[in-house]
């Protein structure tokens, strides 16, 4: 069983899904109204726990009744809490979250607690980090966090993964500590500058990528994909055929899926069709870790 350690965020995603998303100014009625655990820390958590790993997560919550639900929900699949922190000074994490009938999102977050994640914590935590073969980050952290775990775990050893969402210019030490790095296009666009349209803009700004760091670049295109480069692998693997309800945390999904196959030892190439597959199952469900699939499910996925 591979052990994932994830440094990041935990928030409650107040979900309405409507049959479009409203403009500037516009109200849309006829929606149907869910809460969902959700974060993309904790989101990548659950969907390594299902894909088989052993997780621990690192972060924090508030001291409300969403921050115990959340940490809750993160034992239910049996995931390590024991450095997911309760701030009583601060609020969880919120996602406002809007879905429209072909699943696409709108997502606004209050990070709350979130926030609060300092680079003393990853020193709390530095047991499970350096005892994980794989760390998860994303970027809903404060970045001394992100940068200060990255740096920890990878003089352990660790593969370190970086899906840099929601995106920002990141550091140089923190490419330097990162093997493998996993934006969708919009944020491959922003961290590259190469806008991206087809296959061929995502191999570029993958190489791109690739010469400030990290090993592997795999860039997430929807339903188009992803594309992907390391040292001896590089090419695009098609997304699977299905009928999107909630595209919300499907990102996660890939990267968690990524993260955990790289860290049993897949090449690139069947890591990057194993995240497909988790990402497109995630895709047809309502709720970010709600809609999180079984190992089982994206290996009957595989073989069909
Ligand atoms: O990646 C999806 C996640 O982004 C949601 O669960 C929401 O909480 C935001 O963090």
Do not use: W
Request: proline share 5%; net charge neutral.
């Amino acid at each position: 069983m591979v052990r994932v350690c994830v440094v990041g965020s935990l928030n409650m995603d107040l979900v309405v899904k409507a049959p479009r998303l409203p403009r500037v100014g516009e109200t849309v009625s006829g929606g149907t109204f869910a809460t969902f655990p959700g974060g993309k820390g904790a989101n990548q958590a659950v969907a390594a726990a299902r894909l088989g790993a052993r997780v621990a997560m690192v972060g924090r919550v508030g001291g409300d009744p969403f921050g115990r639900e959340l940490v809750d929900s993160l034992k239910r699949d049996g995931i390590d809490v024991a450095h997911v922190r309760v701030d009583p000074g601060a609020a969880t994490g919120v996602a406002q979250i809007g879905v429209d009938g072909e699943g696409r999102n709108m997502i606004m977050v209050a990070s709350g607690a979130n926030m609060r994640v300092a680079p003393a914590a990853v020193d709390e935590a530095r047991n499970v980090i350096t005892g994980a073969r794989v760390l998860l980050l994303q970027l809903e952290i404060p970045i001394e966090a992100v940068v200060h775990a990255a740096t920890v775990a990878r003089a352990a050893g660790a593969v370190v993964c970086l899906d840099p969402a929601p995106a920002a210019p990141l550091p140089e030490a923190l490419y330097a500590c990162v093997d493998v790095i996993s934006p969708n296009e919009v944020e491959a666009g922003i961290l590259t500058g190469v806008e991206i349209h087809s296959i061929a803009d995502a191999e570029r700004a993958a190489a791109a990528l690739r010469e400030r760091g990290p090993r592997v670049a795999v860039v997430k295109m929807g339903a188009r994909g992803a594309s992907f480069l390391s040292p001896d692998e590089g090419g695009h693997v098609p997304a699977i055929a299905v009928k999107a309800v909630d595209t919300t945390a499907a990102g996660d999904a890939f990267a968690a899926a990524l993260g955990v196959a790289l860290g049993e030892g897949s090449r690139v190439a069947a890591a990057v069709t194993f995240a497909t597959h988790a990402a497109g199952i995630k895709v047809t469900r309502m709720g970010a870790q709600a809609g999180m699939p079984a190992r089982a499910e994206v290996e009957e996925a595989m073989r069909r």
